[in-house]
């Protein structure tokens, strides 16, 4: 069977679906690969590279001779068109927002795999793309605040004088959150962490930054995210966390609640609180935001002379180890499908929906929504 990937074509993605050095697997699996011309160039890697790994190097068309389609982005209502019946996509297919896709897959009767859908297990960890890429995201975030900041991170002791170390504040501790915290470490700063999930504790202080505590309801919902708060609870938290962004001379908020807008933690009041030169990263912007006035993809200097940077398109802003591990995780899933008889691969990719993670993360097959068994 022919996997193919495609150039990304939404704006601000530079990531591609699959990298050279994983076209091994997929061939030793039997399967035939396809690279549409030019797909890695944004991410670092060549047509040769691909085409030295294994692949073949298509210009044009790749979808409508393709069995399974791997991409980052969700494809288009039009490219959704363009597949046989029976094809396989895998991807980041946005399932409560992406609904133009999804119809256009049910009319073409693919096969339609939501990565954001892979369940939180250990046996699937491998194939959990949002993970690998909130790992980018924290990073890159600690990095872009670390770039708008008037001040070192790092304690320094000069002969002109003692240099203190930046006071950090992040908000939401799960691995975007503890990746910002790592990174922030590294460079030295002085840091501290918030999470509505008290168990988050340890691995924040496992970082070697304090976790601040409120008394508060914990909030621990399913998969390893965060559940809704209730307004009253939500002011509440506000009030108590004001002190602590006050005297934060960074705040990274990286809260998130899959498939709802971003819970609001910061208000212009509280923004207002900061000291001037503050820096403000929220990775949040893009569905809705965490702080109150920032707007996704761009830079916004309140007032007070705080600057608050919107995050978009966060891990295409490190597109080369962000596609190798994005594309490790595609090839885990799809070599889960890939069949196999005495030992020896067949080359067929079959879904198998007995297997509770492809059973959770597919959207359509054979002309129809699904949904996934047990679930309502």
């Known amino acids: 069977m022919r996997v193919s990937v495609p150039k990304e074509i939404r704006s601000g993605e530079r990531r591609v679906a699959l990298v050279p050095d994983i076209i091994s697997k997929l061939t030793r699996a039997g399967l035939e690969v396809v690279i549409e011309a030019g797909a890695g160039a944004e991410s670092g890697f060549t047509d040769n590279e691909f085409s030295s790994a294994g692949a073949q190097i298509k210009s044009g068309d790749v979808f409508a001779d393709a069995d399974v389609i791997a991409s980052v982005s969700s494809l288009t209502p039009d490219q959704m068109k363009k597949l046989k019946r029976g094809a396989i996509t895998i991807s980041f297919l946005s399932p409560t927002t992406g609904i133009d896709s999804i119809e256009a897959a049910v009319s073409a009767g693919v096969t339609a795999i939501s990565l954001e859908l892979v369940p939180r297990i250990s046996r699937a960890q491998s194939m959990d793309a949002l993970t690998s890429q909130a790992l980018c995201a924290g ?54 962490a ?49 002190p602590y962004i006050a005297a934060a001379d960074v705040l990274i908020t990286t809260a998130a609640v899959p498939g709802r807008p971003a819970p609001r933690l910061v208000t212009e009041e509280m923004v207002a609180a900061m000291k001037s030169g503050s820096v403000i990263v929220d990775l949040a912007s893009e569905t809705g935001g965490n702080v109150a006035g920032s707007v996704a993809g761009e830079i916004v200097t309140t007032a ?39 030992g020896k691969p067949t080359g067929d990719v079959i879904p198998d929906f007995s297997d509770e993670i492809i059973d959770a993360a597919t959207v359509t097959m054979g002309g129809s929504r699904r949904t996934p068994e047990g679930k309502k």
């Open 304 to 342: 007070n002379g705080v600057k608050m940077w919107g995050g978009k398109d966060v891990p295409s802003q490190l597109p080369y180890h962000a596609s190798m591990l994005f594309s490790r995780n595609v090839v885990n899933l799809l070599l889960l499908m890939t069949k196999s008889v005495d």
């Open 139 to 192: 990073y890159r975030a600690t990095l872009a605040a670390a770039e708008l900041s008037p001040r070192f991170f790092p304690l320094l002791m000069t002969a002109a004088g003692t240099v203190t170390p930046a006071n950090v504040v992040i908000l939401g501790a799960g691995v975007a959150g503890l990746q910002a915290i790592a990174t922030a470490k590294r460079l030295g700063a002085v840091v501290s």
């Open 194 to 242: 918030y999470d509505v999930r008290p168990a988050s504790a340890d691995e924040v202080k496992s970082m070697g930054a304090k976790f601040i505590t409120l008394e508060l309801e914990a909030l621990e919902g399913q998969g390893g995210y965060a559940r809704e708060m209730t307004e009253e609870r939500a002011a509440k938290q506000r009030e108590l966390l004001t």
